[in-house]
Structures are given as C-alpha cells and as structure tokens.
C-alpha cells in the first residue's frame, strides 16, 4: 500500500492487478466439464454397437462422471439386468459377460439393446442403446458361375453371403490365393472378382472364400474357359454390369461397379445426373471403371451414372445406381442444466441433426417423458416447456435423439428454488356450475404461512385443451371464491389456484373439474331466395355441434292468409339450406326456423316472403342478353369518364371567366363612371361633368369636365348601337331611374384590357354598379379607343 500511495495515479492499474486478481478468481465460474453435458451427472463413455462372438467373454464400456455417491446400473431391452455370475458390474461401470450365449432353447440369448444407468441425489441419467449381437456366418446365398471369354474380353465372377460381422471376401484359382498384384485381376469388397484383357493362362477353376470371427466359408468352384482371340470385328460400347443401389452409413466405403466391353475397347467415365462434380477427394477409380469413395459422407448421396463412350466418336452406353448415405443422430445444441423459482417456467433445447432426419424423445430421471399436465413439446419435441414448476419437477432431463442409423443422447438438470416461508396450497377447490357460462369456484386459504399473501390467482382451461391454452384471472387475497364468466355451454372446465406472496407463489391446489349448463341454442341466421314462381330457398349457417347434443333444425312454413303451419320439418345441424317447392304464386308464405338440442328449442327466426310478381316477371322479363349488358355497362362507364372530363373542364373554364370578367366589369365601370353622369336624383346634387344615360332615354346631355365639353348624340349611338335612338326607351323590363351608371358586360369581349386604367377611387365618388342586358358591339364598331388611358375627365371620341 505504501508502493500504492507513492506511484502516480497513471501506475495505479498495474499496482491494483495483484491485490484484486485472487478475487476476481473466486467469482469466475468453474471450468466446463467439455463434456457439453449436465455437470452434476454425466457420461464420459457410452457403450456403443459390438459384435460377440458365442461362448467368448465381451465388456460394455461405460464410465460416468458426477458428484459422488454415483450407483451404476444395466439395462437390457429396457429392463433391469440384475446381477449374476453371467454378467458383472465392473469397477468403473463397465458391464462385462463371461460367456456370451445365443437362444438354444432353455436359456436366454444375450443379444438385445444395452443402456448403462448412472443416478446420484440430483438424478439419473441413461446412456444411449448399444446393440449388441452374435457373430453369424450364413451359407452362400450366390455362387460364382462358370464363365467362358475371348482372349482380350473381360471375364467376371460373384458371390454373395450374410454375416456379422460383414464377411472379408477373398478368392481362389485352383485352390491357390489370387495374386492381387495383377493389375489385371480386380477384387471388389462386395464380393466380385473382374478379369480383364484374358489371357490363356486365366483359365481355371475359381472358389470365393467368405470368413469372420464367426467362421470361414468356400464357395462352390466356376470354372473359367478362355477360348481364342476375338475376330476383331466393330463392337457397339455394351455395359456388363451397372452400378447397384446403395445404402450406407457415414463413413464407410461405397463401391460403384462398372463393368463395360465393345471393340475398341469403351471408355468408361462417371458423373452425377444432378450435374455436381464427385470431387477427387477419397475418390479413386478400380480397375477399368469401377467408382470407389472412401468414408463417404451425406454429401456423397445422389445418383451416379457410368457411361461407356466408343473413343473418337459420341457413341455411350449408359447405366446409373442411386447412393444414400445415412448419419447417426448427433447434437447440434445441447440442452443447459437451469435453475428456477417455484412457480415459474423451465425450458429446455436441444437440436439433433441426421439422416434420416431423427426423433427426439425426453427422459425424467430415465423415464419416458410426454405431453400432458404442466407438461408441453414444441417443435418437433426440440423443445421441452414445464409450467408452474414445483419440488417434483426437480430432476435429470434427458434428449435422446434416434434415426435407423444410431442414437444420442444428452442431459441436463432442472433445480427448482424454494423461497422459505411460502404458504402451502389453497385447499377445499372446488367449481360449481351457475349457468350456461358461469361456474363459481371456491377455496380456503393454505394452513401455513397466510400472513404475507398478496392476492389468488385461478388458473383455468378447457378440460380437453393442452394445458399451454390455459389462462388466469386474479383474486383478491380477503377474496375465498371467483365468479368465472364467459365460459361455453355444455363444456368440461378444469381449475386449480394458487397463492402469491412477495416472496413467490405456492404450489398449486389439486385441480378440479366442472361442467357449464347447457342451453337452447340460439335463433338461426335466415334467409330465403325465390327461385320462382312456386319455389323458395332457404338458407343458414350449419350448426355442426347440435349434432352432439341430440339437436338439429325445425322448419315450419304457411300461407299469411291460414292458421295452421306445415310442419315440423326436422333437419340435421350440418345442414344448410332446404328447398319449399309447389307453392301457391299468388301467396305470401311465413316461414319459421328454429334450433333445438337436449336442452330445448331455441327462439325461431321468421321470414315472411311473397310469390305474387314472381311468375310476372318471369313472364315479363326476357330473357338476359348478357354480352348486351356488358357492352351496356362499358359503354355506361366510358360516358361517364367522358362527362368527369368534361364538367371539369367547363368548371375550369367558368373560373377564369368569372375572375378576368369581373375584373374586366370594374375597370370599364369605372371608366364609363368618369365620363357619362346619369340623372339621378336633383339635378343640383349631380356633378356637372358627369353624363345621365337612364332608361328613360338618351335625352339630356351634362358637361363632360372642367373644359364643359358636350358629346354629341351620335358619338353615343356609336358607343351604344343597341341602346336605340335618343328618346327611345331602354329595354329593360324594370327601368331604375336611380341606378347611378349603365355598363354593358358584353363590352368585355371589344375592350382591350391593356389599355383600361385603374383608376383609383376617390371616398366622394359614387359607385356604378353593372346593370343591363348583355350585348355585343359588332366588329366594325369596335374602337380601340373607347377607353382612354389619360385622365378620366378627359372625353372619349369615336372615329378619332
């Protein structure tokens, strides 16, 4: 610390490393067990498949690793295996048998499924199954046969046979082993001998030699006659032999047989018909065509096609075998040990991968494991759900993944934390049917520990639903029953509570089970159809559950005008609709559909339908000229796109005719305003440059400005042509003597707007508001200068 106190703060980190690293040690988790298993309890050996040869001692490996004290135990053909004098427990778990027997009658054979069985106080676990078998060796099942060829031809011989393990095959000429160092001489694993480019000396008599640790087998002899040399004659390219369909697990070997002849001697050469290269690695070629793959994998499955082609030209034969390639079943994420409080979710996951794809199923504590209860598998069984969890569910859980060509296995535990102080299990649940939707549950508070619960919560389901649609609803803690609303008629519930404190929730009460009362069903949707003159339709929604409850449909009809119905017809709850024919046309029918079950009828629905105008507009009507009406209907809707197009148009074109027409009306009201002065009122209140043009006629003329100009008439009937002559009335219908000024708006459409001043306003002028019919000025009366840009006292002259 005096190093500490003395270094500059920048040294600090470095002083500090020693004094914090045993610390930091202690809180660093252990180091994995590499196993990818459950470190309290798991295998670091599994037995695996083996071969015993009878009446020879053989061992199972197993060795497990785990808190102590582990006892290990045996399982055949999932039974117990009890100890003997015959099969012994070693030391380090392996299971050894003395003499290994076969079924001979009075005793048992030892052939079967072996699981090695570990369990400490966390739990027990099981290793994968080992298959164990006895060495056989059966007869041969094919025999070569003799064969004659030409010096240069190719010659071949066969022989098949069963045994375990697979049989080493060898062969024989005249009783004396096959060089194998002859390039010549070809010996396939599967049992073929090849000899190509025969010669004299190849002739002799050939045995196939079949052994294992079980035994050793000889074939009978096949005779081999080599005849003269070939005539040399063309041959077409002629595949012997194809290659066979095959079946093989992960790295074995696979032997693909090609045997071709022809003159000149074919070439022959492999593909895949899905067109993917085969690669060059472990990849060889025997003989003159035969495929080899060393430790094939499932990327080598597929279909192989051997061609023989005549050199120099396109000429092949061709033949083709399928490989598939299995793999045992092995783990691509294990599950994880975990540990949760009571009450809550556990989950656990593993993903196996294989070929053929494998089946997982779950083990607790080396028990079989299903859906049910608290209990749910998703995803193919990949993943294991276990709700409200309690001290029971504490256990091993193991995923064993299996397919046709092995299994796995692997574990991990689920440790559930137990608050202390918790309160037991509400008691006394029981469920009471109130109504059709309503059940009434009821409890009493757990015996111990009452004081710190916080409130119920009622768990509930569908008794026939998994338990994964259940729901809760909460209850007050001072609250001893709950009213569940909104159930189904005629429907089996399923209950149980549990109690909440701060510290966690208790374990859940024993469910109980209760059924709704039913119901008479309620009204049926209706609807009717005419189909014609004296034909109705009736239609619904099936109701496929009144089948269940002893229900179905009720059909009542009658003409308005009687009393009585027709009916019941009774109709099964699947159907949907019912047909009313010969009825009377000129009726209107009431019709009546009802639902019934055990329970009752329902209310019914009621339709009153009339056939009167059904047979005349049967008659009436001609029949539908469909292609009409759907040229109708495309002509309909062109015209109507064709009117859009036109409305707006002619709203566009008022628009700007209204906004450059009303700005036209006030400049050329203002600028007749400032040269003609109607009569209106006493003369005396009139401004003397002003000049009166009313409907009485174009009588009195006023001074035109300060310079007392007059217009002279005719300059106004050149200006007005249509206004007629002086003293002629104006033809307006309602003359207004008052009205200040006469402006016709047709003189919008002669006057030039570029030469229209704005003319600003004076507070004393009076407004001239635009009155009168519209008129047009002919063209040749039009005058460019009929409004004048100088001032508006100045006089406007026609003819200028």
């Known amino acids: 610390m005096a190093a500490l106190r003395a270094a500059p703060p920048s040294r600090w980190p470095r002083l500090l490393l020693p004094l914090l690293l045993p610390p930091l040690l202690l809180l660093l988790p252990a180091p994995s067990d590499g196993l990818g298993h459950s470190a309290e309890l798991a295998f670091a050996v599994e037995p695996s498949d083996d071969v015993a040869v009878p009446g020879q001692p053989m061992v199972l490996g197993c060795r497990v690793e785990g808190t102590p004290p582990v006892r290990i135990t045996w399982r055949k053909n999932g039974m117990e295996l009890p100890e003997s004098t015959h099969s012994t427990v070693l030391a380090n778990g392996s299971l050894m048998i003395r003499h290994f027997l076969l079924d001979q009658g009075g005793s048992p054979s030892d052939e079967g499924d072996y699981e090695c069985v570990a369990q400490n106080r966390f739990g027990l676990v099981v290793s994968r199954k080992a298959r164990i078998q006895a060495a056989t060796m059966s007869d041969f099942h094919v025999h070569p046969q003799a064969t004659v060829g030409e010096e240069g031809g190719v010659a071949r011989f066969q022989c098949q046979i069963h045994g375990l393990p697979k049989p080493l095959i060898t062969w024989q000429k005249n009783r004396v082993p096959i060089d194998t160092d002859n390039e010549r001489y070809t010996l396939l694993p599967k049992g073929v001998l090849q000899i190509t480019g025969l010669q004299a000396e190849d002739s002799g008599i050939f045995h196939c030699v079949a052994s294992n640790i079980a035994s050793v087998r000889v074939s009978h002899g096949a005779r081999l006659t080599v005849s003269g040399s070939g005539s040399g004659a063309y041959k077409e390219p002629t595949i012997l032999v194809g290659p066979e369909n095959l079946t093989l697990t992960v790295h074995q070997t696979a032997v693909l047989e090609c045997v071709a002849t022809g003159n000149p001697r074919p070439i022959v050469s492999w593909s895949r018909l899905d067109g993917r290269p085969i690669g060059v690695e472990g990849i060889q070629v025997l003989g003159t065509g035969n495929l080899i793959i060393s430790d094939v994998s499932v990327q080598h499955s597929g279909v192989y096609v051997c061609a023989a082609n005549r050199p120099g030209t396109r000429v092949r034969r061709t033949a083709q075998g399928r490989l598939v390639v299995q793999a045992p079943a092995e783990f691509v994420q294990h599950p994880q040990s975990i540990s949760r409080p009571a009450g809550t979710t556990a989950m656990f996951t593993c993903q196996a991968q294989g070929e053929p794809p494998p089946h997982v199923t779950w083990l607790k504590n080396g ?178 559950r009144l089948a269940q409850h002893e229900g179905g449909f009720k059909l009542f009809y009658r003409p308005a005008s009687k009393t009585s119905f027709t009916g019941p017809i009774l109709l099964p709850g699947t159907v949907s609709s019912y047909n009313l024919s010969q009825l009377d046309p000129t009726a209107v029918y009431e019709v009546k559909l009802l639902a019934y079950n055990q329970h009752g009828e329902g209310n ?90 009313n409907g009485a006629g174009w009588g009195e003329l006023g001074p035109l400005g300060r310079d007392e100009k007059r217009v002279d008439v005719k300059e106004l009937e050149q200006l007005f042509p249509r206004a007629g002559a002086v003293g002629q009335p104006h033809p307006r219908p309602h003359p207004r003597p008052t009205a200040p000024a006469l402006c016709e708006e047709t003189q919008l459409s002669v006057l030039s707007l570029q030469r229209c001043g704005v003319l600003e306003e004076m507070a004393s002028e009076a407004k001239a508001p635009c009155v009168g019919p519209p008129a047009a000025l002919p063209p040749q009366d039009r005058d460019p200068g009929l409004l004048s840009e100088g001032p508006a006292t100045q006089p406007a002259h026609s003819g200028q």
Do not use: M
């Open 367 to 544: 028990q079989v494991l299903g859906p049910g209860g608290h209990v749910r598998l998703k995803n193919n069984n990949s993943t294991l759900t276990i709700s409200g969890i309690g001290p029971e569910d504490e256990a091993i859980y193991q995923c064993v993944a299996e397919n046709s060509a092995g299994s796995s296995q692997a574990s991990a535990r689920l440790t559930v934390l137990w608050a202390e102080g918790l309160p037991g299990p509400p008691l006394n649940v029981q469920a009471v049917s109130v109504s059709s939707t309503e059940v009434r549950v009821s409890w009493t508070e757990p015996v111990v520990n009452t004081k710190e619960i916080i409130g119920y919560v009622l768990h509930i389901r569908k008794a026939a639903d998994p338990p994964e649609l259940e729901y809760q609803e909460a209850v007050s803690k001072s609250t001893f029953q709950h009213l569940v609303s909104d159930l189904e008629p005629s429907t089996a519930y399923s209950f149980y509570i549990k109690a909440y404190t701060p510290r966690g929730a208790s374990s859940a009460s024993a469910p109980t089970l209760a059924s709704t009362l039913g119901e008479a069903p309620a009204p049926p949707p209706l609807s009717v159809r005419v189909l014609g003159s004296s034909t109705l339709q009736l239609l619904w929604e099936p109701w496929p």
């Open 604 to 693: 019914a629905t009621v339709r009153f339908v009339s056939l009167r105008g059904a047979s005349e507009r049967t008659a009436l009507s001609p029949p539908c000229d469909c292609r009409k009406e759907e040229a109708t209907n495309q002509t309909s809707t062109t015209g109507i796109v064709i009117g859009i197009h036109i409305g707006v148009t002619c709203i566009i074109f008022c628009v700007l005719f209204l906004l450059f027409g009303q700005r036209g009306r006030v400049l050329l009201c203002k600028d007749v305003e400032n040269q003609l002065s109607p009569p209106q009122g006493p003369r005396s209140q009139r401004d003397p440059g002003v000049l009166g043009l």
